[in-house]
C-alpha cells in the first residue's frame, strides 16, 4: 500500500513536470510538415489583432505554396511592446516585426535589418514609406490608412444638411450646433461619444493631436522636432469643445465611455458624426451591419487652420515592417521572400485588400473596397492635400497618455485646458529631453 | 514510512529545489544585475552604474505612490483586520445559518483581482455618476476610497476564515473559567480571546500588509493610476516605467525601482512579524 501511493505521488510529480514542459505556443504547431525540407522559417508577430484570422490564412497558403513553414503571433491589443520585448529574447525569435515610426525605431533599431537593395523595397510606390535611419532603410510601410469625420448621411439630410455644407470648420461647428439644439426634436446627436477610455482616447490624444501639430510642421516647413509651440492649440480645443459639448452624453461622462460605446451610438443612429479611420469600415459596412457605401461618407477634420478648402483626409501610416538582424540567416533569407509574396503575389496582394482591407504601398497592389479609401483618392485626385500622419514624432507613449489624461480632466470639468496645454507643450519637450538622457 | 523518505528525500527534494533556483533565484540574481544597466532586451544589458537608483530615488511619480501606497496599505489593513474579526465574533457565536454565511463571506475572495476591478469600476461609477459627482479616475480621494472598499469586500471574508479558526482553536476551558471567575464579556475579548488570538493576528496583519503593498490588479483595474498618476500605487508605477516607456534607460529604471520595492517590502513583512510574534502567547 505504502509503495503503491509513494508511486502515485512519483507519478504525479512527473506529470507535473511534463506539464510545465509542455506549456509551448499553439503556433508553433506549424512549424511541422515539411519544414525539413524547407530551408528557412519565417515567424510574425503581427500588431493588428483585427487581421489576426487572414494573417493565418495567408501564411498558410505560402506554405501549401512554398513549402516554408510560416508562424503568426498576435499580440493581444495594447500589448504589442511587452510582448515583442520578451519573444525576441528567447531563442526563436519573431523574424518579421514592426515599428510605428521613427520614435518606436529608436528603441529597436538595433535589431532591424537593413533593407537596402531587397526586393520589397523596389516594389514601394513612394520612398517616403521607407522609414530611414541615416542611410539605412530599416522599416517598411506596408498598410496607408485615413481618417476624418465619418459621417451618416442618412441622419445629415433629416437634419436638413448635405456633406457638402460642410467645407470649413465654422460650417462644421454650426451643423452641430444646429443639431444638439434640436437634438430632442431630431432624436439624434451631431457627435457619437468621444469616450476617453482606454479603448477610445487614442482618437483624441493621438489622432485629432495630429492636426495642431500637422498645421504647426506646415508652418514651419519641419517634420519632426523636440520643442513643440502649441501654435495651433485654441484650435484644438475648439474642436474638442465641439466634440464634447454636442455628444450623445454630458462631457463629465464621457471619462469611462468606450471605444464600443462610440462605435455602437453611431451605427443605432444615435449621432451623425463619428471621428474614426478606414479601419473601421468593417465594423460599419457588411453583412450583420447596419449600414451600406450610400449612407456613408468621411470628411476631412476641420480645425479652422490652414487653408480648409484643400484640406483631405489624414493619411498616412504608422505601420512599418522590420526584419529582426539577429535571426538565422536563412531565416532572414525566408522572411524577406516572404515579405515579397505577399505584396506581388496574386494570393498575397488579393488577401491584403480584401480580407484584411489594407491599400498596401506597393506596385502590384489590388484596389481595395474600402469606401473611406476610395473617398481619399478621389480628393487627392480632386486636388486636395492630405493630412499627414505626424504621430509618430511624438516623443513617447507617455505624452500621450499624459495629454489623454489632461483631456479627459479638461472634459469632464475638474481639470482645465492649461494643464492640457501644459502636457502638449512641456510635456513635448521634457519627454523628448528624457528620450535622449 | 519514514525508511522510504530517508532513501527516496532526493525524489522529493531535488525537484522543488531545482524550481526555487530556476524560478526564483536564478531571476532574482540576474534582476539585480539588470537594475545596474540599461537594456532592451536582457540579452544585451549595458552597465549603467548607479543612475537608475539615483533616478528612481529622485522621481517625483514614484516618491508620490509610495506615500500613497504606504496610506492606503496602513487604511486598507486596519478597516480589513477590525472587520474580518467583528465577523469571526460574530460568526462563531452558534447563530443560524453560520456556514451559510461564511462561505457566502469568503466567496469574493475567488475573484480574480482584475475582474474584481472591472466590475467595482462600473458599479462605483454608476453610483457616482448618479450621484452627479466626478469619478474615480478624475477625483483621487474617490479612486483611493473606491479602491479600499473593493480591498475590504475582497479581503474580509479570507481573514475572517484565518480568525474563525483561531477563535475555534483557544480553550473551551478557559473561557469557562473566565465566566466562572466572573468576567465580563468584554473583559473575556480582552483579556482572553485576543491574547490567544495573537498567531492569527500575526498572520493576517502580515497578508494584509503585504496584499496591500504590493497589490497591482486592482488597481490596474479600477483607477489605473489616473487621474495624472495619483492613485498610482509602487507596483503599477514599475509596470509603467518598465512597459509604459520605450527606451533603453526607461528599463533599467523600472529595474531598479523593483529592486527598491522587494527591499521594502521583505523589510516592512520582518519588522512586522517580529512585533507581533513578540506579542504571542504560549497555550
Redesign the interface.
Known amino acids: 500500500m505504502?509503495?503503491r501511493f509513494?508511486l502515485l505521488?512519483?507519478l504525479s510529480?512527473i506529470l507535473s513536470?511534463a506539464a510545465c514542459g509542455g506549456d509551448k505556443p499553439a503556433a508553433d504547431a506549424n512549424n511541422g510538415g515539411d519544414a525539413s525540407s524547407a530551408a528557412g522559417e519565417v515567424f510574425y508577430l503581427n500588431f493588428k489583432p483585427e487581421q489576426d484570422e487572414a494573417w493565418e490564412a495567408l501564411a498558410k497558403a505560402y506554405t501549401e505554396e512554398t513549402g516554408v513553414p510560416v508562424t503568426v503571433v498576435t499580440a493581444a491589443s495594447g500589448t504589442y511592446?511587452?510582448t515583442l520585448?520578451s519573444e525576441?529574447?528567447k531563442s526563436n525569435p519573431p523574424t518579421l516585426f514592426q515599428v510605428n515610426g521613427p520614435?518606436?525605431l529608436?528603441?529597436?533599431k538595433?535589431?532591424c535589418l537593413d533593407l537596402t537593395g531587397s526586393g520589397i523595397l523596389s516594389q514601394l510606390t513612394s520612398d517616403s514609406f521607407a522609414l530611414k535611419d541615416g542611410d539605412a532603410t530599416l522599416g517598411i510601410a506596408y498598410v496607408v490608412e485615413s481618417y476624418g469625420i465619418i459621417v451618416n448621411k442618412t441622419l445629415l439630410a433629416k437634419a436638413g444638411y448635405s456633406v457638402e455644407d460642410i467645407a470649413s470648420f465654422a460650417d462644421l461647428k454650426k451643423v452641430a450646433e444646429d443639431i444638439t439644439a434640436r437634438k430632442d426634436e431630431l432624436g439624434f446627436a451631431a457627435f457619437s461619444s468621444a469616450g476617453m477610455d482606454?479603448s477610445s482616447d487614442w482618437r483624441f490624444k493621438t489622432h485629432l493631436a495630429n492636426l495642431p501639430i500637422y498645421f504647426e510642421y506646415q508652418d514651419k516647413g519641419i517634420g519632426t522636432t523636440d520643442a513643440i509651440e502649441g501654435t495651433y492649440l485654441d484650435n484644438y480645443k475648439a474642436i474638442f469643445d465641439l466634440y464634447i459639448n454636442n455628444s450623445t452624453c454630458d462631457p463629465?461622462?464621457l471619462?469611462?465611455k468606450t471605444g464600443d460605446d462610440s462605435l455602437n451610438e453611431f451605427r443605432n443612429g444615435e449621432a451623425v458624426f463619428y471621428q474614426n479611420g478606414s479601419w473601421a469600415y468593417g465594423d460599419l459596412v457588411g453583412e450583420g451591419k447596419p449600414f451600406t457605401d450610400d449612407d456613408l461618407a468621411m470628411i476631412p477634420i476641420y480645425i479652422g487652420a490652414g487653408d480648409e478648402a484643400q484640406q483631405g483626409l489624414c493619411t498616412g501610416t504608422e505601420n512599418y515592417w522590420c526584419v529582426n538582424n539577429s535571426a538565422k540567416e536563412e531565416n532572414i533569407q525566408a522572411t524577406l521572400d516572404f515579405m515579397n509574396w505577399c505584396v506581388t503575389s496574386e494570393k498575397g496582394t488579393q488577401a491584403m485588400a480584401t480580407e484584411m482591407n489594407f491599400v498596401i504601398p506597393f506596385q502590384n497592389a489590388v484596389e481595395s473596397p474600402n469606401l473611406f479609401v476610395k473617398q481619399d483618392q478621389d480628393m487627392t485626385a480632386a486636388g486636395k492635400t492630405p493630412v499627414s500622419w505626424n504621430f509618430p514624432t511624438m516623443p513617447?507613449?507617455?505624452w500621450k497618455?499624459?495629454l489623454g489624461?489632461?483631456l479627459?480632466?479638461y472634459a469632464?470639468?475638474?481639470?482645465t485646458w492649461d494643464t492640457v496645454a501644459s502636457a502638449f507643450v512641456d510635456g513635448w519637450a521634457s519627454e523628448y529631453a528624457?528620450?535622449n538622457? | 514510512m519514514e525508511k522510504a523518505i530517508r532513501k527516496y528525500w532526493p525524489v522529493f527534494v531535488l525537484p522543488t529545489l531545482a524550481a526555487f533556483l530556476i524560478g526564483f533565484v536564478w531571476p532574482f540574481l540576474q534582476g539585480l544585475y539588470l537594475s545596474f544597466c540599461k537594456f532592451v532586451t536582457i540579452n544585451n544589458a549595458t552597465f549603467n552604474g548607479l543612475k537608475n537608483y539615483i533616478f528612481a530615488l529622485t522621481e517625483a511619480d514614484f516618491l508620490h505612490s509610495f506615500g500613497f501606497t504606504v496610506l492606503f496599505t496602513v487604511v486598507s489593513s486596519a478597516c480589513i483586520n477590525v472587520a474580518a474579526l467583528a465577523i469571526a465574533l460574530a460568526l462563531t457565536r452558534e447563530i443560524k445559518g453560520t456556514n451559510l454565511f461564511r462561505s457566502v463571506f469568503f466567496m469574493p475572495n475567488l475573484i480574480g483581482g482584475i475582474v474584481l476591478g472591472y466590475i467595482w469600476n462600473i458599479l462605483l461609477n454608476c453610483v457616482l455618476t448618479l450621484l452627479g459627482k466626478p469619478l474615480m479616475n478624475l477625483y483621487a480621494p474617490y479612486g483611493f476610497i473606491g479602491l479600499l472598499i473593493l480591498m475590504c469586500w475582497q479581503q474580509i471574508g479570507y481573514m475572517m476564515i484565518i480568525y474563525i479558526a483561531g477563535l475555534q482553536s483557544i480553550p473551551g476551558d478557559y473561557l469557562e473559567a473566565a465566566r466562572i471567575d466572573g468576567a465580563t464579556e468584554r473583559q473575556i475579548f480582552w483579556k482572553v480571546k485576543l491574547p490567544n488570538l495573537m498567531p492569527s493576528i500575526t498572520i493576517c496583519a502580515f497578508l494584509t500588509l503585504t496584499n496591500g503593498f504590493k497589490l497591482f490588479d486592482q488597481n490596474l483595474a479600477l483607477t489605473g493610476g489616473e487621474p495624472a498618476h495619483q492613485t498610482e500605487m509602487l507596483a503599477l508605477n514599475i509596470y509603467q516605467t518598465f512597459y509604459g516607456r520605450s527606451g533603453p534607460q526607461w528599463k533599467g529604471y523600472g529595474q531598479a525601482k523593483a529592486v527598491l520595492f522587494c527591499i521594502l517590502v521583505i523589510a516592512i513583512s520582518m519588522i512586522q512579524l517580529r512585533a507581533t510574534r513578540s506579542k504571542e502567547v504560549q497555550q
Not at chain 1, 469632464?412 to 481639470?415: E, N
Request: charged share 20%; hydrophobic share 40%.
Open positions: 505504502k509503495k509513494a505521488l512519483i510529480m513536470l511592446e511587452q520585448m525576441i529574447a520614435v518606436g529608436a528603441n529597436w538595433d535589431y482606454g463629465k461622462e471619462a469611462s513617447s507613449e507617455n497618455n499624459e489624461s489632461a479627459t480632466a469632464a470639468g475638474t481639470g528624457a528620450l538622457g
